[in-house]
């Protein structure tokens, strides 16, 4: 890719964390940043918005829970960049507590959205939002779903068949009785975490290099997902991830970690 520009994508990045993140890349990237959304028109008002401030990101329509919204993505990247060089998977979904939806439909929408994802050819650094109540969700679970999480041996399709297990457990009503927690969201957020784990061994393995993926917390944020009840504003949310995106080359810390505030947190 050294003849080619290079790409940076950020999802669900028309509003909130997302956006901020686009307008810290686009500062600082040496590349195309590109601001994706479900909806077209959002997605173009969330650029006018940047041209304002002098910026000049790139758009291009991404639903995450749409396959043929990713193929679409993942074939201009191919064909335009040869790749992706950096990816922040922001895209995701919290219900609020009041929310009247019933727990089966949440566990399987929010793992939908904030677990399972498309496969990517990224070819420098991957950044994924995940939250700290990781940590509260995984000391929910039973010592034996804990001691499957936390197997060394773990394999991405073993780390998909527990997080299945889940939804299946959830539509049953037996998610508690289990071993699994009582939060959708900080189950999916459970499985984003240990997936940044498993990637990142896998990806040791893997002949390109300087390849680098982290998973990180953003904190308490005013977005919509909080109620706007977070007391950081997006760019102080995003900086973590900017920083994450923007890892020089050859990085050996953090790799394969959880990051909250610039700093490796211990979890799990």
């Given at each position: 890719?050294?003849?080619?520009?290079?790409?940076?994508?950020?999802?669900?990045?028309?509003?909130?964390?997302?956006?901020?993140?686009?307008?810290?890349?686009?500062?600082?990237?040496?590349?195309?940043?590109?601001?994706?959304?479900?909806?077209?028109?959002?997605?173009?008002?969330a650029?006018?918005?940047?041209?304002?401030?002098?910026?000049?990101?790139?758009?291009?329509?991404?639903?995450?829970?749409?396959?043929?919204?990713?193929?679409?993505?993942?074939?201009?990247?191919?064909?335009?960049?040869?790749?992706?060089?950096v990816?922040?998977?922001?895209?995701?979904?919290?219900?609020?507590?009041?929310?009247?939806?019933?727990?089966?439909?949440?566990?399987?929408?929010?793992?939908?959205?904030?677990?399972?994802?498309?496969?990517?050819?990224?070819?420098?650094?991957?950044?994924?939002?995940?939250?700290?109540?990781a940590?509260?969700?995984?000391?929910?679970?039973?010592?034996?779903?804990?001691?499957r999480?936390?197997?060394?041996?773990?394999?991405?399709?073993?780390?998909?068949?527990?997080?299945?297990?889940?939804?299946?457990?959830?539509?049953?009503?037996?998610?508690?009785?289990?071993?699994?927690?009582?939060?959708?969201?900080?189950?999916?957020?459970?499985?984003?975490?240990f997936m940044?784990?498993?990637?990142?061994?896998?990806?040791?393995?893997?002949p390109?290099?300087?390849?680098?993926?982290?998973?990180?917390?953003?904190?308490?944020?005013?977005t919509?997902?909080?109620?706007?009840?977070?007391?950081?504003?997006?760019?102080?949310?995003?900086?973590?991830?900017?920083?994450?995106?923007l890892?020089?080359?050859?990085t050996?810390?953090?790799?394969?970690?959880?990051?909250?505030?610039?700093?490796?947190?211990?979890?799990?």
């Amino acid at each position: 890719m050294a003849s080619i520009r290079k790409v940076a994508v950020v999802t669900g990045s028309n509003k909130g964390i997302g956006f901020a993140v686009v307008r810290g890349l686009c500062k600082s990237f040496d590349g195309d940043v590109f601001l994706t959304a479900r909806d077209e028109g959002r997605g173009q008002a969330a650029i006018a918005d940047l041209n304002k401030e002098g910026l000049q990101p790139k758009f291009h329509q991404l639903d995450i829970n749409d396959r043929s919204s990713i193929e679409r993505l993942k074939s201009f990247l191919l064909s335009t960049y040869g790749g992706l060089d950096v990816l922040v998977n922001n895209a995701g979904i919290a219900y609020r507590n009041a929310d009247p939806a019933p727990f089966a439909e949440q566990a399987e929408f929010t793992c939908k959205t904030n677990f399972w994802t498309s496969t990517w050819s990224v070819f420098g650094r991957v950044v994924s939002v995940s939250s700290v109540l990781a940590h509260t969700a995984i000391d929910q679970c039973s010592p034996a779903v804990q001691g499957r999480f936390k197997d060394p041996t773990l394999t991405m399709e073993g780390l998909e068949k527990i997080m299945q297990e889940f939804v299946d457990a959830a539509k049953a009503g037996r998610h508690l009785e289990e071993g699994f927690p009582k939060s959708a969201y900080g189950t999916s957020k459970i499985g984003k975490n240990f997936m940044t784990v498993i990637q990142d061994r896998d990806i040791r393995k893997d002949p390109r290099e300087d390849i680098v993926i982290n998973s990180c917390c953003p904190g308490h944020v005013q977005t919509d997902m909080s109620s706007h009840t977070g007391p950081r504003n997006i760019d102080e949310g995003a900086d973590t991830m900017v920083y994450l995106a923007l890892l020089p080359p050859n990085t050996t810390s953090p790799k394969g970690n959880f990051v909250a505030d610039r700093s490796i947190l211990q979890w799990g």
